[in-house]
């Protein structure tokens, strides 16, 4: 099972860009679609963004279009969230989280669905 964890949050003013990285374990990070989610105080786990095995269909909730992006480096074993214009509705804990998929161009946005997930990474926007 892969192991993740992730990194590059922090506190930031509205407006301003994070980017989060998110390293896995072992040697077949090629075979897993990953995906970001987003946990806010008293909210549910949100889908934030997907990407596919492959990397080259991605997948982002209505609310982040156009501000993130999500990408991977298949070599570096890992995926990447790249957060611009942050809104202060975006402090949350970030997860990132993989599945084992044999189809490498499925993007998976369901979080039941994923096995495998990071501890978690805090961003903070500030107004």
């Known amino acids: 099972q892969v192991q993740l964890v992730e990194s590059g949050g922090g506190l930031v003013q509205a407006g301003g860009s994070l980017r989060l990285s998110c390293a896995a374990s072992?040697?077949?990070?090629?075979?897993?679609?990953m995906g970001w989610f987003r946990q806010a105080p008293g909210m549910e786990r949100e889908f934030v963004a997907g990407?596919?095995?492959?990397?080259?269909?991605?997948r982002q909730v209505d609310s982040v279009k156009d501000r993130f992006t999500i990408s991977r480096d298949n070599v570096k074993n890992t995926v990447y969230l790249q957060m611009n214009s942050l809104k202060p509705e975006g402090t949350a804990v970030y997860y990132c989280?993989?599945?084992?998929?044999?189809?490498?161009?499925?993007?998976?946005?369901?979080?039941?669905?994923?096995?495998?997930w990071g501890r978690g990474t805090q961003v903070t926007v500030s107004s």
């Open positions: 989280a993989a599945v084992a998929v044999t189809l490498r161009f499925r993007v998976v946005g369901t979080s039941d669905v994923y096995g495998a």
């Open positions: 072992g040697r077949t990070f090629g075979s897993y679609a």
């Open positions: 990407i596919s095995a492959n990397g080259i269909r991605t």
